[in-house]
């Protein structure tokens, strides 16, 4: 069997996250623009049926997702995991302790086959961070395991009330 061309992986990987942001109902996405995130953002844009703000920072992502949840969207978070840092303290200060049900889909630099050495120290240290402030985080590791990882962060989520991330790794990319 031929291995999958990089830019077939690329494609796969978005189009299961948009499917699965739909599927599980999110109306809603807040997103800072990412090169590994594109296609989904794009999909997103294009479906008349999720709105969706662009955001120049990761903790304003938070804050509008975090509104539109009040104002009672379903809503969801697409950003880089090097932004998870810009993004502590709107999490620690508003999603967490008002229990906001916000999922936080990011994709992961700093991995196996990282060419940029600045993002490695992120790329470590993300599912620590978001431990250390009590947020969970699912990671799948192929294509085909979107779906259900999504769905399952959905569901907890809505059952704890709190804000999950679900981490795609730039391998997921073919990157």
């Known amino acids: 069997m031929a291995k999958e061309s990089s830019e077939t992986q690329f494609k796969k990987t978005s189009r299961a996250t948009y499917h699965a942001l739909k599927s599980c109902g999110y109306n809603f996405v807040s997103f800072v623009p990412d ?3 594109k296609d989904v953002i794009e999909m997103i844009r294009a479906d008349h049926r999720i709105a969706s703000i662009a955001a120049t920072r990761e903790e304003e992502a938070i804050g509008i997702a975090t509104g539109a949840y009040l104002g009672g969207k379903k809503a969801a978070v697409l950003m880089q995991n090097t932004g998870l840092g810009n993004s ?6 508003l999603a967490i302790p008002y229990r906001v049900p916000l999922l936080l889909v990011m994709s992961r630099r700093g991995g196996l ?3 940029i ?4 120290i992120m790329g470590r240290a993300i599912k620590r ?3 250390s402030i009590g947020m969970r985080a699912f ?3 192929m294509p085909k395991e979107i779906h259900n990882t999504i769905y399952q962060a959905e569901e907890f989520s809505a059952e704890k009330s709190a804000p999950v991330a679900v981490i795609l790794d730039m391998s997921l990319f073919g990157r």
């Open 35 to 37: 090169s590994l995130l």
């Open 88 to 93: 502590i303290t709107a999490l620690a200060s």
């Open 113 to 115: 086959g990282e060419k």
């Open 117 to 120: 050495p600045t993002q490695l």
């Open 129 to 131: 961070l978001l431990n």
């Open 139 to 141: 990671e799948p590791k």
